[in-house]
């Protein structure tokens, strides 16, 4: 064989070996927690834990994210939030972002716009859903509905990013 899949979790694997995807939490997750973790204690980061639920703005600009009572300002903000399972997308009739309501796309067409076709695709493969996600410009803000950047100061990375389905290998 030319590649040889392994179960989430083993490590030194052969170089034609790959670790699948595993469920939340996954070792995958957890190694890079832990490695991040180690990382930000050497360089005597402080660390804030908590659910960012919303963000005070004015205009394109986001100023500060809001995690209960507490507020964090910072220059630029990065919205890395995952997909479903990580909440970063919430898929009900329509895949949609729930924290700042960011426009979401399905190969490159607005949701609301793929909506009549991809209904119909999800009763033969369900798939399609995990192609949905944010577009960016070339300096990863989420762009609009109308292909603008969404923010100034924001930027998107990880699996909320549309057009590829990472768990599908494309």
């Given at each position: 064989?030319?590649l040889?899949?392994?179960?989430?979790?083993?490590v030194?694997?052969?170089?034609?070996?790959?670790?699948?995807?595993a469920?939340?939490?996954?070792?995958?997750?957890w190694?890079?927690?832990?490695?991040?973790?180690?990382v930000l204690?050497?360089?005597?980061?402080?660390v804030?834990t908590g659910?960012v639920?919303?963000f005070r703005r004015?205009?394109l600009r986001l100023?500060a994210?809001l995690?209960?009572?507490q507020?964090l300002?910072?220059?630029?903000?990065?919205?890395?939030?995952?997909?479903?399972i990580?909440?970063?997308?919430?898929?009900?009739?329509?895949?949609?972002?729930?924290?700042l309501?960011l426009?979401?796309y399905?190969?490159?067409?607005?949701?609301?716009?793929?909506?009549?076709?991809?209904?119909?695709l999800?009763?033969?493969?369900?798939a399609p859903?995990?192609r949905t996600?944010?577009?960016?410009?070339a300096?990863l803000?989420?762009?609009?509905?109308?292909?603008?950047?969404?923010?100034?100061?924001?930027?998107?990375?990880?699996?909320?990013?549309?057009s590829?389905?990472?768990a599908?290998?494309?």
């Open positions: 064989a030319d040889v899949a392994y179960p989430p979790g083993f030194k694997l052969p170089k034609n070996g790959f670790e699948l995807l469920a939340a939490p996954s070792p995958h997750g190694r890079l927690h832990k490695a991040l973790e180690a204690r050497r360089a005597r980061v402080e804030i659910e639920t919303d004015d205009g100023l994210a995690l209960g009572e507020e300002t910072a220059d630029t903000f990065v919205l890395a939030g995952g997909r479903f990580g909440g970063g997308l919430v898929k009900s009739r329509l895949v949609h972002e729930p924290l309501d426009a979401v399905y190969q490159g067409e607005l949701i609301e716009d793929a909506y009549p076709r991809l209904r119909h999800e009763y033969v493969d369900p859903a995990f996600g944010l577009l960016t410009d300096q803000r989420p762009v609009d509905a109308n292909g603008a950047p969404a923010f100034a100061n924001l930027r998107v990375a990880g699996s909320v990013l549309g590829y389905d990472y599908g290998g494309g």
